[in-house]
């Protein structure tokens, strides 16, 4: 692997460290991993569908095939860190669909108007049939996600996730699962360098062998106590720009930004 890092399983408070309680839901997650590499991508923009009227708030939404949140944009080297909390939700199959749907949540740097790198880290979910798993990752894209294996996530847990880069290639990636009282850090270092261009509180339909996989009812995800560290100070998502997620022509989530927190609902079917 082109990375090097360190991973550092840290205990908080007079929690225990587990293995996942579920045996069957961890074998689900091993298996659909091992089906291919799944990879937080860069957004995917596109251009309004037709079937959005034009006017007030369709001018200050843009489009994706992949990303729904808010993103800051600035010049280069301007973000070093972000960070935001939200409570893990219980994703559904959209109405009509069967087998496995998935998602993530994440925060990050760059991905949007610089492209060649991704420093972020979340969780990302699957839910087929009755069964639902959970995994919380890093990436430093190019390279794929990452497993902070071990580390449970559950539905109803609160999570912080936090960025932080210290150059433009290297940098460090922490969850607190506020729930369990467990943290778990990566350090990291990359050749692709970042441009800090970019800050990003994003739900997205992630890919796996070179596609999106099919895309999960997650309900509604909550970015609180979000912000992002500049070298002059903490700058919050208000005015960040807005990012919808649109496939088969039809926008299937609905963003919002304020001043410490971000909101992504999914709207489809």
Known sequence: MLFSGLLL??????????????????????????AGDPISIPNQVVTRPASIANGTDAAQISYSTNWAGAVLVSGANTYKSVTGT??????????????????????????????????????????NGGSVSYSAWWEWYPDAMHS???????????????????????????ITNWSTGLEVVAELGYPYALCGENAEWIVEDYSVNGGLVPFANFGTVTFTDASA?????????????????????????????????????????
């Open 229 to 269: 560290e500049t070298g002059s100070g903490s700058v919050s998502p208000a005015g960040a720009t807005i990012f919808d997620i649109v496939a088969n022509g039809a926008v299937i989530t609905s963003a919002s930004a304020g001043s410490s927190s971000v909101t992504v609902s999914y709207t489809g079917p």
């Open 9 to 34: 399983q840290l205990l908080v408070a007079t929690a225990a460290f587990s293995i996942p309680t579920s045996r069957e839901r961890h074998a689900e997650r091993l298996a659909r991993r091992a």
């Open 148 to 174: 902070f294996d071990g580390f449970v996530v559950r539905a109803g847990d609160t999570i912080t996730a936090t960025v932080t880069a210290t150059s433009s290639t290297s940098g460090t990636a922490s």
């Open 86 to 127: 939200f409570v893990v939700p219980t994703p559904r199959e959209p109405s009509g669909g069967s087998g496995a749907h998935s998602g993530a949540i994440w925060v990050g740097i760059d991905g949007d108007t610089c492209q060649t790198a991704i420093l972020q880290t979340g969780i990302d979910y699957t839910v």
